[in-house]
């Protein structure tokens, strides 16, 4: 159904790319055939990367012109396939198109190209005494491929997820043209809300070529509190009672000893205070020490009142360092502790994590897959993963299949959705459709043939 | 095009809402043919009050079947005529759908039906302990009018809009389909953001049934300080500089002297501090005295570098109450102070609110109408007002005209938009074209047609 890409085509790539930034057949590294998480697996027929929105609109009209897909692609950290071009056709690689364009102080934002890793991001608004919240916890991701999941992250529950902080966008569409939507505004309710849509639909929509962000004022002052708990379900139970009785932390997140174990064999590094079984790691940020003392203070009464085993303030830099350096490095270390894996982004009302942990222990035993967790306890979104290690891929996958099947109804049960932060891509299309079949599915299809009537952007992915 | 209501229609109408519920002809009071700005006036051809959802499922099943329009109104506060049913039909009014159907703390989440008038849910919360932060003036409307025009508010600059306190959303569609969208979860990246196109949409893409809201815990100190300036334009200027350099404060209002005057003459008690030209109103809020001390200290600092005449503290409940009361009455003693009036409600990138209300003052004089002007000069969400007084209508019509073309095109050539929280209804249609002719406008229409094949959704509004 799509045309498959020839001499010809190859050749008017080189003419809008330039020969240096067309790759084909050989040329393409495996990389490109998958993402971090490794579980989807395709190779495009080009790899181009654009080095600017000029070349982008010629590349859609061509493409509408002759029916082949365009897949997007930042720096290829995502968990669900959504960059892995499963129909073949043109491999769009944006790390190029990587510069700060524009930092405006008075209206408070930055104006990027989609390439820009969020680390780049980060020093360069801090060092000018500005924030920009989003923090997932993969730094060299691109701001394209963080817009395109709404990425959540560490800080979300104080200052919400990426599309929170998106203030304008500009984007090709399927047919080419440039368009821009929103702009460095605060506020909009002019018509219909065509910003959103570019927001967590994975490229499927238009491609992101321009981003204006917002900042805000850089909190001064901030420290972690490290909270050990006797049990999982101490822990996570104190998590919704800490929200309701007190100020909203920057960061609540939920870990075991079992990540830090891993975190500690793969960084060669621990955290202090690592003999406990469960932790909360809570932060709180603030515009001066006393106001800040005065919630770390208020946090830990809570944290003893709620049964914590102690509290342990982490205020140097090199102590957060430590810690911090070891949560983020989770993914990555139950990563290296199996052959393959695949994990569950499933977001919940708060008050089912507890159960729905229990309930993740025991179907790890039924079907007899190991499934290592950790999670954003404050904003119900859990990561659970699912580790091959020694088993035949067959077995994996079958009882991977089962396990899926298993811990998404439960979820759904308790009013959970499918993905919190990473997306649907590819590898979660399934469990989509059983949650959202019949009119959501059907207005979701409606709306990608308005954006994309020859299915030519990233197909495959989200329906 | 669309079917006459008949007798037989009536009959169906109150076999599904209830012979006390439905009303027609002269049973139609004048009231809901327009709204509180009163510029678009319409009757609809009957009148319904409904009681729950499965009612209203009915009535979208019929007009489907039948093809007549359905207009949703809650309390009729809107300034842009999108609860006008210009198109004749069916006026569905929510006010009887005004239940608070559940509190859940431990997700810090409020359950209502559309109905619900904001005052009602700040009181609810409140005495909980809990904030539903969105703040917008007129405290009678309803929060499913509130959702469907994406309402901002004082606070919104430190805060966000209204929908960024919506995590869920249950809704009627076109074809009487209940859907829920969202839910008690924090975070969603499960496929297209279906929730965020029933936000500011003015019911022309579904009517909204019940509504999940964000809550947080009540910040449980709060002080404003009243900054006078020498001129609009100093105290204009020293806003972004306060955003830059220091935390974000809940509210950042401009008004002048004759914003005031109104009110003082409307409510018949003035401000504390009365006799100066320019004013800045600031409010900060905190989880203790100390923070909230710093936060003031440091703003007033702030303002007096930055050439503020003086820094009153208003820390009183009385004081606050005087002047936040003036501040709310605005709209309204604008309204009493002429015969008739329309304003704009354009949002601009901060840094262009200096020039562009100097170049307002100068179409007031060019024009010959009296243009009183305040503003959330924090968001560059300025509300423009241009009253009639003794002008004759024609005169003052073709004036409004003229005066709105200029001050559009003008906002335009700032980067700004036509509305940042009043919406687009019938009475901006026709600059929002103007601002997003093309594409824009192009996808709208796509995702109308998905949403409402039979244009029979509040049809005439924003499209």
Redesign the interface.
């Known amino acids: 159904m799509y045309k498959k890409l020839d001499e010809k085509d190859f050749k008017k790539l080189r003419e809008i790319f330039g020969k240096e930034n067309v790759f084909v057949g050989n040329e393409i590294a495996e990389e490109y055939s998958k993402d971090e998480m490794g579980m989807i697996q395709a190779y495009p027929e080009a790899r181009v990367l654009a080095e600017d929105k000029y070349q982008i609109s010629k590349l859609m009209e061509y493409a509408s012109l002759m029916k082949f897909p365009v897949t997007v692609r930042g720096a290829g950290t995502g968990l669900v396939g959504a960059c892995v071009p499963t129909k073949g056709g043109v491999l769009l690689d944006m790390t190029k198109m990587n510069k700060i364009i524009e930092l ?5 934002v930055l104006v990027v190209e989609p390439g820009v890793m969020l680390l780049d991001i980060a020093e360069y608004v801090e060092k000018e005494g500005l924030f920009y919240a989003p923090d997932p916890g993969e730094k060299t991701a691109t701001i394209g491929g963080n817009i395109s ?4 992250g560490m800080r ?2 104080k200052y ?2 990426t599309g ?1 902080w998106i203030r304008g966008l500009e984007v090709v ?1 399927a047919d080419g ?1 440039i ?1 821009k ?1 929103g ?12 910003k ?2 570019f ?3 994975e490229g499927t ?1 238009g491609i992101i070529v321009e981003a204006t962000l917002k900042l ?2 850089l909190p001064k002052f901030s420290a972690s509190l490290l909270v050990p708990f006797e049990t999982t379900k101490e822990a996570v139970k104190a998590a ?2 800490l ?6 932390p920057t960061a609540l997140e939920y870990f075991d000893e079992t990540s830090i174990k891993y975190s500690s064999e793969f960084l060669g590094k621990s955290i202090p205070h690592n003999d406990y079984k469960a932790y909360l790691l809570l932060s709180y940020d ?3 020490q ?2 800040l003392n ?2 770390i203070e ?1 946090a830990s009464q809570i944290c003893l009142d709620l049964g914590a085993l102690d509290v342990y303030l982490i205020d140097t830099q090199e102590r957060k360092k430590s810690i911090w350096d070891v949560r983020g490095a989770f993914l990555e270390a139950i990563k290296a502790s199996t052959t393959e894996m695949d994990e569950i ?1 499933v ?5 089912h994590i507890v159960d729905y942990l229990a309930f993740a222990r025991e179907v790890s035993k039924d079907v007899g897959l190991r499934m290592p967790y950790f999670g954003h306890v ?4 859990l990561h659970i993963y699912f580790c091959r290690d020694d088993l035949e891929r067959e077995v994996f996958l079958e009882r991977l299949d089962k396990a899926f099947d298993i811990m998404y109804d439960k979820a759904f049960s308790y ?10 891509g590819a590898a979660k299309k399934k469990y ?1 459709y059983r ?2 079949e019949g ?3 059907e ?2 299809k ?6 994309d009537p020859l299915n030519i952007l990233n197909p495959d992915k ?2």
């Open positions: 405006d102080k008075e209206n408070t999941h709404n990425a959540g979300a529950i919400g997820v929170d569409l043209t368009m939507t702009g460095k505004v605060v506020k909009n309710s002019t018509g219909y809300p065509l959103q849509l927001i967590g639909t929509l805000t004022s919704p009672e929200l309701l009785r007190h100020v909203t603030g515009t001066n006393a106001a005065h919630d208020v982004d977001v919940l009302p708060r008050t404050g904003d119900g979104n009013g959970g959705l499918v993905s919190g932060e990473h997306g649907i989509m949650l959202l009119k959501p599915i207005l979701m409606g709306i990608k043939k308005v954006f989200v329906l």
